[in-house]
């Protein structure tokens, strides 16, 4: 413990001597790396596949050795106390500091009950998250009005449903209602992103003071999160309140009674922490990924994969609405059969109850590709695979060195993998730069090499879930540290999805509007609206 918090904090600066990745002088590819980072990655990746070689890339936020495509099974194959996916998590937001006690990113507690409680529950919470995605979608989409159509922002509205719906899993009703609390909730995952960023691209001198002053913002956030969440764990540490077999704050509370008597987990204060670590690592993510879904499909305008799907492609005849348009009817198509096979309907033929659990979601492969396909488009994390170089106890060497004798890396440094690039591989993707929705359904020609995760051969049409990993998709990670949030994440990405074509009208203008890029962080434009419309009768 004490061997890790000696290491630098964050803003890594690898001292392995490998080529950069740009040609430029030192200081001014950090600079370039703020603006280029895509350029950045693909070419390094297309020179890997050339030189399997590693190369060293500086950024204003720290530096990385981006290790080449060859080495993913070395580097999946290094135990945590080597190569640490923690640390490099911690250290390239400054959790410690961002989270305002060091061990709530430290010392995960929050992370095995994700593994296991909540996907042990996915079955029985997938109604819940129906039910509080149709309520947000209806007040920030539809308002008072079914006949006119409305511009809506999409980042503002879909961070709310994304927000409202994680929280109803996570502390339950009526708080996942309550505007103050999302609103803060929103606050704190956003500013713990932002403020961490900002403190990595301080010198190791200031963060001390400085990162007191960043980090504000984030205290008044918790603060007037714990206004409301305190009350909550009083009462169920207190027996007030019955435990609930689908609420994440239950779990908690289950689990520390298993902890010592003395222990701070116990207390209504680190409690309501864990459920602010758990918010980050869900609405700023889900909320982003849900987003680039909906640009994609209301855009899409690319030819299927597969000469044989039934999407008929796009001639140079045709405009690009009626390709959109023709895209839009079959995953809307999907998204009512699914409602016609799981809704009992009163006498008037109207929806009078839908019953939503993992078997329904799981018959939905149309939507699953879409959204595996986005992901694959512009993964959250260009920058894949982040792990740290740990130090070792004495006598056991210091370092790692690389497979073949290709280099020693020191203790501090981290290395990782050219996501960006792998996803964008033309060997592995055809049409790698289009949003090809129907790639993963099985019957394209999506990944000609591809291989599962333990690297067996894949026949061409494999079909892909949104959730599961392999060694051509990145973006949940690979291997044991991949997202154990993923399946709740894929759930409600789709139920929102899923809503919105069934029951809503949308209009995007002429082109999709361009991704941003941050050094190596990819979003979709703040600003991105949608002209949209409550369907009258949506059967
Ligand atoms: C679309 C939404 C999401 C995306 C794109 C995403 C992506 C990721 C990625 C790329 C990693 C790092 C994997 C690695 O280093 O190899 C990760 C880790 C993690 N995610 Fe997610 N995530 C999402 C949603 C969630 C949700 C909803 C939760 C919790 C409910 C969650 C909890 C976690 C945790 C606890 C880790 C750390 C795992 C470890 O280090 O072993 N994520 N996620």
């Avoid at 961070?159 to 803060?184: K, M, Q, T, W």
């Avoid at 169920?236 to 689990?255: C, D, I, K």
């Avoid at 993992?358 to 879409?370: E, G, I, T, V, Y």
Wanted: glycine share 6%; charged share 20%; aromatic share 8%.
């Amino acid at each position: 413990w004490l061997n890790m918090q000696s290491l630098p904090a964050s803003r890594s600066k690898s001292n392995a001597k490998f080529p950069c990745t740009d040609s430029s002088w030192p200081f001014l590819h950090q600079w370039r790396s703020l603006t280029s980072s895509k350029s950045i990655l693909h070419d390094v990746y297309q020179k890997q596949l050339r030189d399997d070689q590693p190369y060293t890339l500086s950024g204003i936020f720290g530096d990385a050795v981006v290790l080449p495509p060859s080495m993913l099974p070395w580097l999946l194959a290094q135990p945590e106390h080597r190569l640490s996916a923690r640390w490099a998590q911690l250290d390239a937001l400054n959790t410690p500091l961002t989270f305002l006690r060091a061990d709530i990113g430290v010392n995960p507690v929050h992370e095995p009950l994700v593994r296991r409680n909540l996907m042990a529950h996915l079955d029985g919470i997938a109604g819940l998250l129906h039910e509080e995605v149709a309520l947000a979608l209806d007040d920030l989409w539809a308002g008072n009005s079914e006949e006119a159509w409305r511009e809506v922002n999409l980042d503002y509205t879909i961070r709310r449903v994304v927000a409202r719906a994680s929280n109803r899993i996570f502390v339950g009703l009526p708080l996942c209602r309550g505007n103050d609390y999302i609103e803060n909730c929103i606050s704190y995952s956003t500013r713990v992103s932002s403020c961490g960023l900002l403190i990595s691209s301080l010198p190791r001198c200031l963060k001390g003071t400085l990162g007191v002053v960043f980090t504000a913002p984030i205290r008044l956030a918790y603060s007037r999160c714990s206004n409301h969440l305190l009350p909550v764990f009083k009462a169920l540490l207190g027996g007030e309140a019955p435990a609930s077999p689908h609420l994440f704050s239950s779990w908690l509370v289950e689990n520390s009674a298993k902890l010592s008597e003395d222990s701070p987990e116990r207390t209504p204060d680190y409690l309501s922490r864990r459920i602010m670590a758990l918010n980050f690592a869900a609405i700023h993510t889900s909320t982003l990924t849900t987003i680039n879904l909906l640009l994609d499909i209301f855009s899409s305008q690319s030819a299927p994969a597969s000469p044989q799907s039934s999407v008929p492609s796009p001639s140079p005849s045709q405009d690009a609405a009626a390709a959109t348009e023709a895209v839009v009817r079959l995953l809307r198509d999907e998204a009512l059969t699914s409602r016609a096979r799981w809704a009992t309907n009163n006498r008037d033929g109207k929806v009078r109850d839908e019953v939503w659990s993992r078997a329904r979601l799981n018959q939905m492969p149309r939507l699953d590709s879409a959204l595996r396909e986005s992901m694959r488009l512009w993964g959250l994390v260009p920058k894949a695979l982040s792990r740290k170089v740990m130090p070792m106890p004495q006598g056991q060497g210091q370092g790692v060195l690389l497979p073949d004798g290709r280099g020693h890396l020191p203790p501090g440094t981290v290395v990782c993998l050219s996501g960006w690039g792998l996803h964008h591989d033309e060997a592995l993707y055809t049409r790698p730069f289009e949003f090809v929705w129907d790639r993963f359904v099985g019957g394209g020609s999506s990944s000609e090499s591809a291989g599962g995760e333990e690297g067996e051969a894949k026949p061409e049409t494999e079909a892909r879930a949104a959730a599961e990993t392999d060694r051509q998709f990145a973006a949940w990670g690979i291997g044991k540290h991949a997202c154990p949030g993923r399946f709740f994440a894929v759930d409600l990405i789709k139920i929102i999805a899923g809503k919105v074509l069934a029951d809503y009208e949308v209009k995007l203008g002429k082109q999709r509007p361009e991704n941003i890029w941050i050094e190596c962080n990819v979003a979709p434009p703040p600003s991105a609206t949608l002209l949209v419309r409550r369907r009258k009768d949506p059967v």
